[in-house]
């Protein structure tokens, strides 16, 4: 059974950090593309960085260029996400999702996902 669980979220102040984890089990991270998403409340959901399943490839949203970076660890078969200098606005719940893809395509955050996790929430307050 394929399945990805979040995890990392919490409250954290304007300026600060956090490291959100994505936890895969039931499929191999080498065939997979992953993103991470994100929704704040009232608003629709959004792309915010991907990882193309031969891992050389990452994109970024405009908005979180610079300050987030994505990464994952093959041998513990789950993905990251750093975000550094948090700002109120990237507040949401945070999702991971999974796309099987050819071997040579890259991720975009366009992409339709086939699985999704169930989210950690980011809440970046004072």
């Known amino acids: 059974q394929l399945q990805l669980v979040e995890s990392g979220g919490g409250l954290v102040q304007p300026g600060g950090s956090l490291r959100l984890s994505c936890v895969v089990s039931?499929?191999?991270?080498?065939?997979?593309?992953i993103g991470w998403f994100r929704q704040a409340p009232g608003k629709e959901r959004e792309g915010v960085s991907c990882?193309?399943?031969?891992?050389?490839?990452?994109k970024y949203a405009d908005a979180v260029k610079g300050r987030f970076t994505i990464s994952r660890d093959i041998a513990k078969n789950t993905v990251y996400l750093q975000m550094n200098s948090l700002k109120p606005e990237d507040s949401g719940v945070y999702y991971c999702?999974?796309?099987?893809?050819?071997?040579?395509?890259?991720?975009?955050?366009?992409?339709?996902?086939?699985?999704w996790g169930k989210g950690t929430l980011v809440t970046v307050s004072s």
């Open positions: 039931g499929f191999n991270l080498n065939n997979y593309h």
């Open positions: 990882v193309s399943r031969r891992g050389g490839n990452t």
């Open positions: 999702a999974a796309v099987g893809a050819p071997v040579s395509s890259l991720c975009a955050l366009g992409n339709a996902m086939d699985y």
